[in-house]
């Protein structure tokens, strides 16, 4: 739930886990559920999908982190496996325009053990 400090009521309830708030405040992007990420813009109140399906084995996505310059979506992917502590999720990162994919994403590990949380940073 998305809660206004002094309100009486949520001002707005979304599914799935994980959200998250990046640095700028004016948007909250969660996992809606395997291979379905989505950003709602706070002032508009406009949701839409951010990630859908990537292509390939490892498409079933889960851990999105975006950078601090809302550019780069960094994500955890695993063959249909969802056990987030025994599943082989690799990290990809997907370049992002105005919260949307650019392009295919790129896989950054390549290791059997789970790996999830990828943590951007861009310097400035």
Request: hydrophobic share 30%; glycine share 10%.
């Amino acid at each position: 739930e998305y809660v206004v400090l002094g309100r009486e009521a949520p001002v707005r309830t979304m599914g799935g886990c994980e959200a998250r708030i990046p640095d700028d405040g004016r948007y909250v992007y969660w996992v809606q559920g395997p291979k379905d990420f989505r950003v709602w813009e706070i002032g508009t109140n406009n949701e839409r999908q951010m990630l859908g399906e990537p292509p390939g084995k490892w498409n079933y996505t889960y851990f999105p982190t975006v950078s601090a310059d809302n550019r780069w979506l960094a994500y955890g992917a695993s063959p249909g496996q969802h056990g987030h502590d025994t599943s082989d999720y690799e990290i990809y990162l997907q370049e992002l325009r105005n919260w949307q994919p650019v392009g295919l994403p790129v896989r950054l590990s390549f290791s059997p053990k789970t790996d999830r949380w990828p943590y951007l940073w861009v310097e400035r």
